[in-house]
């Protein structure tokens, strides 16, 4: 009997452990573009998408390995976030805390709810001369990092070559 309740035990553990290196290895979100709002460098709207199969949690973001001047998840309910998306007075569009929301996996986002269900979120982080971002966030109770390499365009590169 003590056999078989440690084989249980054992098998349980390797399972779990099993199932937590998959999840390490293979993190749910992931970084799908950014963009300057308004033409604004300091200002960089970050798209994100939950590839999981359970909502996950948002906890910190730290831009260059400090905290930002201001960071707010951005929830659409319409269209994605591109270049000249107008943001601050789009109705289909609010600004939350980072931990007020969580974030919904993008498969069962009902795609024909447009205006009504969040169809996409990004993060909207003001600070200078951003060049990386370090997402801190929790997935099914365990802690991730997501670290994402931002690239200065042409206009940034000019502004630090005059300077």
Not at 8 to 31: D, Q
Not at 67 to 96: C, D, R
Not at 115 to 133: D, E, F, L, M, R
């Amino acid at each position: 009997m003590k056999k078989i309740f440690f084989v249980f035990i054992f098998s349980v553990l390797v399972v779990g452990a099993t199932f937590v290196i998959y999840l390490k290895s293979n993190p749910p979100l992931v970084v799908n573009g950014y963009t300057s709002v308004n033409g604004n460098p300091d200002i960089r709207l970050i798209e994100i998408e939950n590839k999981g199969i359970r909502e996950l949690q948002l906890q910190t973001i730290l831009v260059d390995e400090k905290y930002p001047e201001s960071a707010k998840l951005v929830v659409s309910k319409s269209e994605p976030f591109e270049v000249g998306t107008e943001i601050e007075n789009n109705v289909n569009m609010t600004f939350h805390k980072l931990t007020q929301v969580r974030i919904f996996p993008s498969q069962y986002i009902d795609r024909q709810a447009i205006g009504k269900q969040s169809q996409h979120y990004a993060i909207q982080v003001n600070a200078t001369s951003i060049q990386k971002v370090t997402i801190q966030y929790n997935y099914l109770k365990i802690p991730f990092t997501l670290t994402a390499e931002l690239q200065a365009n042409s206009a940034e590169k000019n502004d630090t070559k005059s300077k």
